[in-house]
């Protein structure tokens, strides 16, 4: 949205109608304090004006900001130019910038920001993103959860954008681990308890006969032979896998529901046993088997990469893992590329950091649905201490969609690659930059509208929104499609996260003072417009980050 008015700028003032000088014009960063001397929308700095003179030779900046603002009119755009410390200041005439933002967010909706020409001519393309990636038979350990809610992100940004998007959960279901169940199971698996928690009691199996294997070497024997039975194609062997690997999935999938996330595609190891072996045929005539260039473990990521190219002739695939696994991905697109596989450029591997700290009241926490079940547990608790917590038809629903919107927001508030320490108290706190506070302001905001109803919002007068707490919105509103541009670039979801939470700290400032209820009628519904279209971009970027608006709390 703000390209438009860039462009009336440059354009008029001849500052400069390229690319170039267009992206010299920036937007002004919002505050969430309160403001006594309002700011301009947009800055142009000298020194990028400059950028031929040697420093020897270059006037000084701010001699020049004066001369260039004093050649410059005001116009129906700009209604007030002025200078700062080596740049050139305009003020976009406050109902036109009122009308124009207000009236986009509107008509756009959900597409708020998406519409924007940043996006004009983008190529719909073919997105293959993998993420999550649990091994079958073990309960969701939380370790899977930030590459789940991060590869959950980035398909969801992509599908936004209009890209055909393919979510594959490529699944750990093959290798030797499946002997030592498989032995298991026989020993002292009970098929009512696999039934009724099968996770559980495969986790309990696991751990007891790899106790019996370290003690007893028939045990390890018989686990070595299930397993070669099971590489052999075993009808039995087969059965019991194929036993676990559907239980598995079904749990899974019960857990991906109260993330609020799903898969086009469950995949794994186990697809690619017979395709690996004439990826490793191909590599041993090319002479790449040596341990120096080659990890085993690669053959199989090899065939999938391969057979996702003929599946989906993909356009570009992502592969969201931690960091301890960038050298191998640096080696499968190597490797691929080696083999003439040109599009191995396409893949693109998104690393993240570890999380530390993130511990239950019971002790160290391994699986995903403990942290789950805590979250809602507590955020019950805090939400029935609260006494402006609203009655709620589904109480423990509300709670968990708040308490994911922590977690979630916690973990983007800073890069991906970083590793970051957990703090229970931080997730939960109702202010500040957390994810109850977006929870909280979505809801207030949508109790507005529920209180005051609809019949102010058919029209509105522009007029009416020129305090400085609204122009400070309406500026904060104008970005959003950067916003979302920048994460569509590096990936990163902290720059929609930084702006959801500054969104959120200016419309409290508002709601403080730009009150509805004892205004007349012109100023009430022009206010409820405004904090209508704050909740419509609080809702579409929260989405975007794979949180579930509550409307009640």
Avoid at 109 to 118: I, N, Q
Avoid at 271 to 284: A, I, M, P
Avoid at 376 to 381: F, S, V
Avoid at 433 to 460: I, K, M, P, W
Wanted: proline letters at 2%.
């Amino acid at each position: 949205m703000a390209c438009g008015f860039r462009r009336s700028i440059a354009s008029f003032q001849s500052v400069g109608s390229s690319t170039r000088k267009l992206d010299q014009i920036n937007i002004c960063s919002s505050s969430f304090q309160k403001r006594v001397k309002e700011v301009a929308d947009f800055q142009l700095s000298v020194d990028s004006l400059l950028e031929n003179n040697n420093d020897h030779s270059k006037p000084d900046v701010q001699v020049q900001a004066m001369r260039l603002a004093e050649k410059l009119k005001c116009d129906t755009v700009v209604s007030e130019i002025s200078t700062g410390q080596g740049t050139v200041n305009f003020k976009i005439n406050r109902e036109l910038l009122t009308k124009t933002v207000l009236q986009q967010v509107m008509e756009d909706g959900s597409k708020y920001g998406l519409k924007s020409e940043l996006f004009s001519g983008l190529p719909q393309k073919k997105i293959v993103v993998e993420f999550s990636s649990p091994n079958v038979a073990k309960k969701f350990h939380v370790g899977h959860l930030r590459s789940t809610i991060i590869g959950n992100f980035i398909a969801n940004l992509k599908e936004a954008l209009g890209h055909q998007v393919t979510r594959i959960n490529y699944l750990g279901d093959w290798g030797m681990q499946f002997g030592l169940l498989g032995t298991g199971f026989q020993l002292f698996g009970y098929e009512e308890k696999l039934q009724s928690n099968p996770l559980q009691h495969l986790f309990e199996v696991y751990v007891q006969v790899n106790k019996e294997a370290a003690d007893d070497k028939n045990v390890a024997k018989s686990a070595h032979e299930f397993f070669q039975r099971l590489e052999l194609g075993d009808t039995q062997a087969l059965a019991l896998w194929q036993k676990f690997r559907d239980l598995s999935i079904e749990e899974y999938t019960r857990i991906y529901k109260r993330l609020g996330i799903h898969f086009d595609e469950y995949s794994g190891e186990s697809f690619y046993r017979e395709k690996s072996q004439e990826v490793l045929k191909l590599l041993d005539s090319k002479g790449l088997l040596q341990k120096t260039v080659y990890d085993r473990k690669s053959d199989r990521d090899l065939a999938a990469a391969i057979d996702r190219m003929d599946k989906y002739n993909f356009d570009k695939m992502i592969y969201v893992t931690d960091k301890g696994q960038k050298k191998h991905f640096q080696q499968v697109f190597q490797m691929l590329q080696i083999m003439g596989y040109d599009w191995a450029e396409r893949c693109q591997h998104v690393p993240f950091g570890v999380v530390q700290g993130m511990k239950t009241r019971r002790g160290d926490v391994t699986f995903l649905e403990d942290v789950l079940n805590e979250i809602r547990l507590r955020m019950l608790q805090n939400m029935a201490s609260v006494k402006t917590t609203k009655e709620l038809e589904n109480p423990q629903e509300t709670a968990e969609r708040v308490g994911l919107a922590a977690l979630i927001i916690q973990d983007f508030r800073g890069l991906l690659l970083s590793d970051y320490q957990f703090s229970w108290d931080r997730v939960f706190q109702s202010r500040g930059d957390t994810g109850v506070f977006l929870q909280y302001t979505h809801a207030r905001l949508h109790s507005l509208e529920e209180t005051f109803g609809c019949g102010y919002l058919n029209d509105f007068n522009t007029a009416c929104l020129q305090e400085p707490q609204s122009v400070s919105i309406l500026q904060h509103l104008l970005r959003f499609d950067e916003v979302l541009y920048r994460s569509s670039q590096d990936l990163q979801p902290r720059h929609i996260v930084s702006y959801l939470l500054t969104l959120s700290h200016l419309a409290a400032v508002a709601h403080k003072t730009l009150h509805i209820k004892s205004s007349p009628p012109e100023v009430a519904g022009a206010r409820l417009h405004l904090f209508k279209a704050v909740r419509c971009v609080l809702a579409n970027g929260m989405k975007l980050l794979g949180i579930t608006p509550v409307c009640k709390m």
